[in-house]
């Protein structure tokens, strides 16, 4: 359990150092930008406690927001994700598996984690990018950075899980 917790706190540093020093600097056809801690939400185990999923997803937005300068929209958008996470699990791990399972390339196969992955990321930049612009007066501008995100964000989140399983 203390290295489940110390695992976290290490994951949880590193994603925002690359998001706030790195990522956030990226910035692909002026609309394009990768959120790789959006990959925290995605560690979670099923039998982990959902109020501390929401607690996780929560702090690391509100972290990337302060960094970001984009006041409660990560955070409000990583709660959902929080909320989201352990029902999109189930739909995709096998019926017959652990107590604590553990949402991996290796225990979903590539296939089913990659349809995780991108799932949970889409739903991520739907509601990072309606929140950010709160119109869709630029309706092609925002679907450009929704779709371009989401593509580029679940790239990069599947490389990441693809060196670490390997």
């Not at 690359?18 to 790789?36: E, G, K, Y």
């Not at 598996?97 to 995780?116: A, H, V």
């Not at 007066?137 to 693809?162: K, M, P």
Request: net charge neutral; charged share 10%.
């Amino acid at each position: 359990m203390k290295f489940e917790l110390l695992w976290y706190i290490l994951l949880f540093v590193l994603l925002l150092l690359v998001q706030a020093l790195i990522c956030n600097q990226i910035c692909l056809f002026d609309c394009i930008t990768p959120m790789v801690y959006v990959y925290l939400a995605l560690t979670f185990r099923i039998n982990y406690p959902k109020w501390g999923i929401l607690a996780w997803c929560f702090v690391m937005g509100i972290s990337v927001d302060i960094c970001s300068n984009t006041p409660g929209v990560g955070a409000a958008s990583m709660t959902l994700i929080g909320l989201l996470q352990p029902y999109m699990l189930e739909l995709f791990m096998p019926r017959d598996s652990q107590e604590n399972f553990q949402p991996s390339m290796k225990t979903l196969g590539n296939s089913k984690y990659s349809w995780y992955t991108v799932i949970i990321v889409f739903i991520y930049c739907l509601t990072f990018y309606t929140l950010e612009a709160f119109n869709l007066f630029h309706w092609l501008q925002w679907l450009g950075c929704v779709f371009g995100s989401t593509a580029l964000t679940s790239l990069l989140i599947l490389s990441v899980e693809r060196l670490r399983t390997s």
